[in-house]
Nanobody, 123 residues
Framework: EVQLVESGGGLVQAGGSLRLSCAASGFSFDDYVIGWLRRAPGKEPEGVSYISSRDGITYYTESVKGRFTISSDNPKNTVYLQMNSLKPEDTAVYYC????????????????WGQGTQVTVSS
């Protein structure tokens, strides 16, 4: 069974850090781009970051550059999102997603999705 399971969300003060984890199973990890998208209350879904499992190439949306870092532990089929210098506007449900096509993932149409993990940043 294909599964993506997120963990690591929580409540943190502005300026703090969290590390999200996405554990993947049931598909060939190396064939996929794995990424994170988020949805804040009343907002449209937003792509945050993705990583190519094949070559390690990463991409970030402008608002998180320099603060967030995505990484992949391929033997463990796990992707991480290290979030530093968190801001209240980062508050959202963060979803892990996987697809063979990066554009599909970024557009929110990934083949596979996790259930999401809540990140709340207080001011």
């Amino acid at each position: 069974e294909v599964q993506l399971v997120e963990s690591g969300g929580g409540l943190v003060q502005a300026g703090g850090s969290l590390r999200l984890s996405c554990a993947a199973s049931g598909f060939s990890f190396d064939d996929y781009v794995i990424g994170w998208l988020r949805r804040a209350p009343g907002k449209e879904p937003e792509g945050v970051s993705y990583i190519s499992s094949r070559d390690g190439i990463t991409y970030y949306t402008e608002s998180v550059k320099g603060r967030f870092t995505i990484s992949s532990d391929n033997p463990k089929n796990t992707v991480y999102l290290q979030m530093n210098s968190l801001k209240p506007e980062d508050t959202a449900v963060y979803y892990c997603a996987a697809d063979t096509v990066p554009l599909k993932l970024w557009a929110g149409h990934s083949d596979y999705w996790g259930q999401g993990t809540q990140v709340t940043v207080s001011s």
